[in-house]
């Protein structure tokens, strides 16, 4: 029997997936890595994006916000600081959140706190857009 990897996805709040595939990609700082069963272990830093569960000709998709990874035994643990499968992402709710986020940027007297959360919000809804339409275009 081939080996294949388990993906463990853990937010603050949940456990938001687990399960099985031959390959992880992941979003990391440094660009894009791709996991197959046997690699060594190794420890990443994540940035928002989407990480992708492959499983012979289906294909998982999920979007992240940061966090990290550590795989080992076969095993890739990816601690984020949010987690959205593809299925539940509501594109509208997304494209209102990013609105929201920008028009937060363009005001002159926020402060830096609050420019920091409309910058990490507008980077998750960028990223829950681009799995959304990842998704979409799968489904065609």
Same mark, same amino acid.
């Given at each position: 029997? &081939?080996?294949?990897?388990?993906?463990?996805?853990?937010?603050?709040?949940?456990?938001? %997936?687990?399960?099985?595939? /031959?390959?992880?990609?992941?979003?990391?700082?440094?660009?894009?890595?791709?996991v197959l069963p046997g690699h060594a272990?190794?420890?990443?830093?994540?940035?928002?994006?989407a990480v992708r569960l492959r499983d012979? !000709?289906?294909?998982?998709?999920?979007?992240?916000?940061?966090?990290?990874?550590?795989?080992? !035994? /076969?095993?890739?643990?990816? %601690?984020?600081?949010? &987690?959205?499968?593809?299925?539940?992402? /509501?594109?509208?709710?997304?494209?209102?959140?990013?609105?929201?986020?920008?028009?937060?940027?363009?005001?002159?007297?926020? !402060?830096?706190?609050?420019?920091?959360?409309?910058? &990490?919000?507008?980077?998750?809804?960028?990223?829950?857009?681009k799995v959304a339409e990842l998704r979409?275009?799968?489904?065609?």
């Amino acid at each position: 029997m &081939a080996k294949r990897l388990t993906l463990e996805l853990v937010t603050p709040e949940l456990a938001a %997936f687990s399960g099985e595939g /031959d390959s992880v990609v992941l979003p990391a700082w440094e660009g894009e890595m791709g996991v197959l069963p046997g690699h060594a272990p190794f420890l990443v830093q994540l940035k928002p994006g989407a990480v992708r569960l492959r499983d012979g !000709d289906e294909t998982r998709l999920f979007a992240v916000s940061g966090g990290f990874a550590e795989i080992r !035994d /076969d095993k890739v643990s990816l %601690f984020a600081e949010t &987690a959205e499968m593809a299925e539940a992402i /509501d594109g509208e709710r997304a494209r209102q959140a990013l609105e929201r986020a920008q028009a937060e940027l363009k005001r002159k007297e926020a !402060d830096s706190l609050t420019m920091a959360n409309a910058e &990490a919000a507008l980077q998750r809804a960028l990223v829950r857009l681009k799995v959304a339409e990842l998704r979409k275009g799968r489904r065609r």
